[in-house]
């Protein structure tokens, strides 16, 4: 299982970001799993930010994130996406990718990629 997340960057408050995470190995395409995002700020714990079912469904989203922010998937690439808009500067953090058996908004993700930077200025 391989998970790598690309596109971070620098923006400035009230830009977007897309981010994405191709997936090869036993997660990639396989309805059986589950993916999702997740953010680690400094000095603060690791949160989910969305998560989605490979054929689109379930998808689910943090709080601080809804209306912003949209993941999805292209099954047929072995990607998954996460569309940031309205960035603010408390959404910069280490984006990571992740995967899981079942469904993406129970239980703990077991593969990791590994994470991109986002950077948000004021």
């Known amino acids: 299982v391989q998970l790598q997340a690309s596109g971070g960057g620098l923006v400035q408050a009230g830009g977007s970001l897309s981010l994405s995470c191709a997936a090869s190995?036993?997660?990639?395409?396989?309805?059986?799993?589950?993916l999702g995002w997740f953010r680690q700020a400094p000095g603060k714990e690791r949160e989910s930010v969305a998560g989605?079912?490979?054929?689109?469904?379930?998808?689910y989203y943090a709080d601080s994130v809804k209306g912003r922010f949209t993941i999805s998937t292209d099954s047929a690439k072995n990607l998954l996406y996460l569309q940031m808009n309205g960035l603010k500067p408390e959404d910069t953090a280490v984006y990571y990718c992740?995967?899981?058996?079942?469904?993406?908004?129970?239980?703990?993700?077991?593969?990791w990629g590994l994470g991109t930077l986002v950077t948000v200025s004021s």
């Open positions: 992740a995967a899981k058996l079942g469904r993406p908004d129970t239980g703990k993700y077991a593969y």
């Open positions: 190995g036993r997660t990639a395409n396989n309805y059986n799993y589950a």
């Open positions: 989605i079912a490979w054929n689109g469904g379930g998808a």
